[in-house]
């Protein structure tokens, strides 16, 4: 066994895992997983640059990861950092700050290895399982960024583009720095056209259409919070509920029907919704029209939700 520590920075969360992994016989036991919204993409699209507030929110996440690091004793560190980070103009300022923290230099990978990670963690435990059998079209739906990634036992296709739950709201839902409550037809429809255009572009590269019919033997599965978060609300879980959620199935009529509720709704009233994180009240309704999107393009029926993703496979990256 290899003691890991895998820290994924990405545009709305930062995450940690701390893991015995075992590549011999491909277990990875999980000691410790975590996660804070830290929002460190916020105003990225618009400005270029991180902000100083979610600059501060980041590096305090990563003081406690830090400790919780140093007391379970993990003998290597991958810190990977994701969209928003690639695209801030003041990116060193970030690293900066990590290193001083943590002590590693924060990867800033690019989104064909954002997808990679992602295909590995979410499908390294469901290979040789009857019940969700590949080939897999994986897609992961981030702050900033959503990357959809096709195979077997490895990669065959993948390709990320620039959709994500943090940067649609902020390019189509926020008016002088609010956010409209709840979203009108037209701001609907706009994010569904970059999300239309997104997928047109993701497709050249990853075959998307009808891709995953019955009779075509793909499976879709479905990673972050934007997935999970549907995937409990769906479940109707009184709160969240992590084992339930894992390798849950949700039909396309659910998230169609959810996506729905959510884009009507209120602040208020999805804030009150059980499994909702705090942080994800405002971002959640785009987060669920991309994942509504990618099904009708897809022509899956359903999604496999994991909880299991990026993290793991930055965990299985190192050990």
């Known amino acids: 066994m290899t003691r890991v520590a895998a820290v994924d920075c990405g545009t709305n969360s930062i995450r940690l895992l701390v893991a015995d992994a075992d590549p011999a016989t491909g277990?990875?036991?999980?000691?410790?997983r975590r996660m804070k919204i830290v929002r460190l993409g916020q105003g990225v699209d618009r400005t270029g640059r991180l902000a100083p507030e979610a600059l501060e929110r980041t590096f305090a996440a990563c003081?406690?990861?830090?400790?919780?690091?140093?007391?379970?004793?993990?003998?290597?560190?991958?810190?990977?950092?994701?969209s928003a980070s690639r695209d801030a103009e003041n990116r060193e300022e970030f690293v900066r700050?990590?290193?001083?923290?943590?002590?590693?230099?924060?990867?800033?990978?690019?989104?064909?290895?954002?997808?990679?990670?992602?295909?590995?963690g979410a499908t390294k435990e469901l290979m040789g399982r009857s019940h969700v059998r590949g080939p897999y079209l994986v897609v992961d739906i981030g702050g900033g960024s959503t990357e959809f990634v096709e195979g077997g036992e490895g990669v065959r296709a993948a390709?990320?583009?620039?959709?994500?739950?943090?940067?649609?709201?902020?390019?189509?839902?926020?008016?002088?720095?609010?956010?409209?409550?709840?979203?009108?037809?037209?701001?609907?429809?706009?994010?569904k056209r970059d999300v239309d255009t997104a997928l047109d572009l993701a497709?050249?590269?990853?075959?998307?259409?009808?891709?995953?019919?019955?009779a075509d033997g793909h499976a879709l599965v479905g990673l972050a919070g934007s997935v999970t978060t549907v995937a409990g609300i769906a479940l109707g879980l009184a709160e969240y509920e992590s084992s339930a959620i894992h390798h849950s199935r949700i039909t396309l009529d659910q998230v169609r029907e959810i996506t729905g509720k959510l884009l009507g709704s209120t602040h208020d009233?999805?804030?009150?919704?059980?499994?909702?994180?705090?942080?994800?009240?405002?971002?959640?309704?785009?987060?669920?029209?991309?994942?509504?999107?990618?099904?009708?393009?897809?022509?899956?029926?359903?999604?496999?939700?994991?909880?299991?993703?990026?993290?793991?496979?930055i965990a299985w990256s190192i050990a």
């Open 27 to 32: 277990e990875l036991i999980e000691l410790d």
């Open 63 to 82: 003081r406690e990861y830090a400790e919780v690091i140093r007391e379970l004793g993990a003998e290597r560190v991958r810190f990977v950092a994701t």
């Open 269 to 313: 009233e999805r804030a009150r919704i059980p499994v909702m994180h705090p942080g994800r009240v405002d971002v959640i309704g785009a987060g669920a029209l991309i994942l509504l999107s990618i099904m009708e393009r897809t022509g899956a029926e359903e999604v496999v939700v994991s909880e299991h993703d990026i993290l793991d496979g």
């Open 159 to 191: 390709r990320s583009v620039d959709i994500g739950c943090v940067r649609l709201t902020e390019r189509h839902l926020a008016v002088d720095g609010r956010i409209t409550d709840p979203p009108t037809e037209d701001q609907i429809a706009a994010i």
């Open 97 to 120: 700050g990590v290193m001083e923290i943590l002590g590693v230099e924060p990867e800033v990978i690019t989104g064909d290895q954002e997808a990679e990670f992602s295909f590995t």
């Open 203 to 214: 497709e050249r590269t990853v075959p998307l259409t009808r891709a995953c019919r019955p």
